[in-house]
């Protein structure tokens, strides 16, 4: 895992309000359903960092997704590299 920023989606089960997203100020919120989706640049410390803090709200982890991640790393070991 590369200690670059990269672009991460995280989502969420639930709608988290304004106290909830406190948490998470380098992230953008947005609401889906009865989920919430957030989306920012982190780097690996960063991302260790709103892992702890979803886990110390009691929050249900749906999905989390590197979606511009620094070629060669993955937060999925198992994913196959970019084309």
Avoid: N
Wanted: aromatic share 4%.
């Amino acid at each position: 895992m590369s200690t670059e920023p990269a672009l991460y989606t995280i989502r969420v089960e639930g709608l988290l309000g304004a106290t909830a997203l406190s948490a998470f100020p380098l992230l953008t919120a947005e609401h889906q359903a009865a989920q919430t989706v957030l989306v920012g640049y982190l780097d690996r410390s960063g991302l260790y960092g709103v892992l702890m803090h979803l886990e110390m709200l009691g929050l249900d982890l749906v999905e989390l997704s590197c979606t511009r991640c620094p070629q060669g790393s993955s937060p999925d070991p198992d994913a196959s590299p970019p084309a």
